[in-house]
């Protein structure tokens, strides 16, 4: 038997595709993401990983995963997109624990991701895996609705001009990125998701320092 896993896959998503249901997946570790700190990548970026340990215990990887052509030189730009990123990821470990077979997929004799009978129609075109966080909270506002917001919460989460509305960091306002952040924290409680809530507990010093710092708006 071989496994082709998809990017972001934990030791409980490899334990789920071996074992199916006959175990307690509770027993492995989840996908778990550090956060990167934009004031010592725009400072210093560096080609080589390196881990440091920030002052509240949470591992920060002080790296340029990009080249740095293409990465955002402000620092409300380059925020945005690692916030993206990473909820992007808790989102998908959350429709996962939400949607059980309904999302889940079989893999085809090719090693495609072929229809599955359970899953929606709207999303039989790929893995939810590759959701984005847009695609993530459109689905589970289809299992429990959260009070709309503006901005709302998918659009401040898509690529900047991935679809309409969507912008840079430094585009939407202090109190645009507070709404859509507590936005994000109301998923978190409908779900009781704890790995959503501390992130967003370990992003607000970043958020409000970056706010802090006097910046002039670039174009990249």
């Not at 990887?61 to 380059?78: K, R």
């Not at 993530?136 to 998918?154: F, G, H, I, M, Q």
């Amino acid at each position: 038997m071989s496994i082709s896993p998809t990017r972001h896959w934990s030791s409980r998503e490899v334990a789920r595709v071996t074992f199916g249901h006959d175990i307690n997946l509770n027993r492995f570790g989840a996908y778990h993401a550090s956060y990167k700190d934009p004031k010592s990548i725009l400072i210093a970026p560096a080609p080589v990983a390196a881990q440091v340990v920030d002052d509240d215990g949470m591992d920060i990887d002080d790296d340029a995963s990009l080249p740095e052509i293409l990465q955002p030189s402000h620092a409300l730009d380059l925020l945005h997109i690692q916030v993206i990123d990473h909820f992007a990821r808790l989102l998908v470990e959350l429709v996962g624990r939400v949607g059980g077979p309904e999302v889940y997929r079989d893999l085809g004799a090719e090693g495609g991701v072929s229809a599955s009978r359970f899953a929606p129609q709207w999303r039989n075109q790929k893995h939810y895996s590759e959701w984005s966080a847009r695609d993530c909270l459109e689905y589970l506002t289809t299992k429990k609705r959260v009070a709309p917001t503006s901005p709302r919460v998918d659009i401040f989460l898509s690529k900047p001009y991935s679809c309409g509305g969507a912008r840079r960091g430094q585009d939407w306002s202090r109190k645009d990125w507070e709404v859509a952040l507590g936005a994000l924290s109301q998923v978190s409680d409908v779900w009781g998701d704890v790995s959503i809530r501390e992130s967003l507990g370990v992003l607000d010093p970043h958020l409000k320092g970056v706010f802090a710092t006097r910046m002039r708006p670039t174009g990249i």
